[in-house]
Nanobody
């Protein structure tokens, strides 16, 4: 059974930092990329950061470049978020590439190896940044 279990998140003041973690398990085939998406109320999920499983190439949304860092150790993916801003407030989801029937599918426009559809999701964790 495929599982993505997230931890971390919470509430911080602007300028603070948080670290998200996600343990991926249950895949029988090798996956290509892991990623973090976020969802604002009433909007579609947007890709925040992605990393290739084999070569650890990373990709970032323009709004988080220089502030967020994605990394992974084996099947655990991390998102270190520094200098957080109120506009980073959202529900954050970890994801693995692939398409699953009936599941939400979101595309990460990486313009590289991780330019893929993601269809495996964690449960989501709330990040709230106050001004």
């Amino acid at each position: 059974q495929v599982q993505l279990l997230e931890s971390g998140g919470g509430s911080v003041q602007a300028g603070g930092a948080l670290r998200l973690s996600c343990v991926v398990s249950g895949f029988t085939d090798r996956f290509n990329c892991m990623a973090w998406f976020r969802e604002f109320p009433g909007k579609e999920r947007e890709g925040v950061a992605a990393i290739s499983n084999t070569f650890s190439e990373s990709y970032y949304h323009d709004s988080v470049k220089g502030r967020f860092t994605i990394s992974h150790v084996k099947n655990t993916v991390f998102l270190q978020m520094n200098n957080l801003k109120p506009e980073d407030t959202a529900v954050y989801y970890c994801a693995v590439d692939g398409v699953r029937v009936g599941a939400t599918k979101s595309h990460f426009p990486a313009r590289g190896w991780c330019d893929r559809d993601f269809g495996y999701w964690g449960q989501g964790t709330q990040v709230t940044v106050s001004s």
